[in-house]
């Protein structure tokens, strides 16, 4: 309780945070989780996603994106999968989707990265708003007005979609890769 949003400290292991370099990083700054313990796992069958999943100081990442606090409570951030390079920048959706839900009149969010001649990915926002007869124009400025104070300018959607409801899972899960596959298709 007294670190809201932390999933705790790492109870086996040593966790690492670490920069696209692979280097760490300080308290407070998101990274590239990995783990050291002294029992790694494989990926079964998969001896090129094992490879693919090490540090070349031995530690394993599963993908997420996160960092650890000056008390080493870790705080999950968003997947690397799901991380957009958009101009060399890396931009990380769930930040941009956590301030779209806030809003009163989004009843759901997804940002995801669709392809760009120049920027590499643009910043997508797909959005199923409260009501669809506010979706337009006029509720894409509300939406960048809302945004603007809250964040950086190289993170803000260069566009903004509306749709009646999101794909997902039974379990609730945004088939975000559903939504890529989509913008890729479009784009080319």
């Known amino acids: 309780l007294t670190h809201p949003g932390s999933v705790g400290k790492a109870i086996h292991g040593t966790l690492h945070i670490c920069d696209a370099e692979g280097e760490e990083v300080p308290a407070g700054q998101d990274g590239l989780l990995y783990f050291e313990n002294d029992l790694i796992p494989t990926y079964h069958n998969d001896p090129e996603k094992t490879r693919e999943a090490m540090h070349p100081k031995g530690w394993m990442t599963l993908g997420d994106i996160g960092h650890v606090d000056a008390d080493g409570f870790l705080y999950l951030t968003d997947r690397k999968s799901h991380m957009i390079i958009s101009g060399g920048v890396n931009i990380y959706p769930q930040e941009i989707e956590n301030l779209l839900v806030a809003h009163p009149d989004v009843l759901d969010a997804a940002v995801i990265g669709a392809p ?29 007005d809302y945004l603007e104070p809250q964040l950086s300018r190289v993170k803000m959607p260069r566009q903004f979609d509306f749709r009646p409801d999101l794909p997902r899972e039974a379990n609730g899960k945004l088939y975000k890769r559903e939504l890529r596959d989509e913008y890729a298709r479009e784009s080319t």
């Open 116 to 144: 760009d001649p120049d920027l590499g990915e643009r910043v997508v926002a797909v959005i199923q708003p409260v009501d669809m007869a506010m979706a337009g124009e006029a509720f894409e400025q509300t939406l960048r």
